[in-house]
């Protein structure tokens, strides 16, 4: 019997050194102590040794599953020591040099988000805010957008399921749907609904388009919302203000060209094309930058104001189109990638 177990221990001690992983161990523990293990077949006939000899056989058993335990702790203990060891990675030495990059950089977004805020300001625009999950009132049906205009279709719109709900953000219909904004215009029936003009306000922001991600789309971007509301407001205030907006950006080379075009929130609508030679990397005469109009009476009658008394213009422009004419960036998904060797160009 003694040879048996020093066999079973030699057999062990060869084995189990050489295991890499948990299922090898488990299915080698089983062909030493499984319930058709070799250890356990020893262990099956102590029937049959004769009634005197048992003691010193118990014995001898006993020493073989503690060795034979000792060689299992070990190769486990090993195995769980590299696994551990390969989920944490190399070492790290906490007395080197922080890897630290320096300090942060603003965002190129947030730079062009900022200087087109600044730049409204000086000329008496304030910040206005609105939420980016929305009802369908405030991005759709005030802005005088029918029930069948493609801007609402699901292809094009995130809905949220009907069972889901937002606490902070009022329907004012019952049943209406909750969406991602498709655009920052929606700010304006919101701002509008808080109290009576004159309104002066911008307003940048996130909207969600169901557009698949390439150069230059992603599905979530970027825009800047203006209105303005007073008396005798015209056309002209808006070419001026939006030839002074992005004079003052992109240098007084720039030119600006309203391009008729339908939205249902103005009338007249328009589309802004720019010019702007001079930025590296600009290859066409005109690009288009957004756009605009003279806010349309039925909005001013969705939110109480009497047409008759009240003008106003508002326009619209994606933020990402106009980073990337100014600092020549190619590719939209730059911009979300958080690759500090591209944000760290800016400043
Ligand atoms: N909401 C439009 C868009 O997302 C942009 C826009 C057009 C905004 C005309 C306006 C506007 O305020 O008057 O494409």
Known sequence: MQDALNAILAKAAAEFPALASRPEFEAAKARFVGPNGELTAVLKRM????????????????????????????????????AEAARLGPAVDPTLPSPDPGPGKYHPLTLV?????????????????????????????ALNTPPEHTARDPQDTFYFPPSARFGNVARKNPGEKYLLRTHTSSVQIRTMLKGPP??????????????????????CFHQLECLSVDRNVTVRD?????????????????????????????????????SARHLPKVNKEWIEIGGCGMVDPSVFASVGYDPAVWTGYA????????????????????FYQNDLRFLGQFS
């Open 315 to 334: 326009f619209g422009m994606g933020l990402e189109r106009l980073a990337m004419l100014l600092y020549a960036v190619d590719d939209i998904r730059y």
């Open 238 to 274: 808006l070419k001026a203000l939006i030839d002074h907006v992005f004079s003052s950006l992109l240098g007084p080379d720039t030119k600006i060209r309203f391009r008729p075009h339908y939205f249902g929130y103005t009338e007249p609508s328009f589309e802004v094309d720019l």
């Open 198 to 219: 004159p309104i002066r306000i911008v307003s940048p922001g996130r909207a969600y388009r169901r557009d698949t991600t390439d150069a230059t789309h992603s599905a």
């Open 47 to 82: 029937g049959s040794v004769p009634k005197e000899e048992r003691p010193a056989a118990g014995r001898m058993v006993n020493e073989a599953k503690a060795r034979l335990q000792a060689v299992l702790d070990a190769s486990l203990a090993r195995i769980e020591a590299a």
């Open 113 to 141: 988000r900022e200087e087109m805020c600044r730049i409204m300001h000086k000329v008496g625009f304030s910040v206005a805010d609105g939420p980016e999950v929305e009802t369908e009132f405030y991005c759709f049906d």
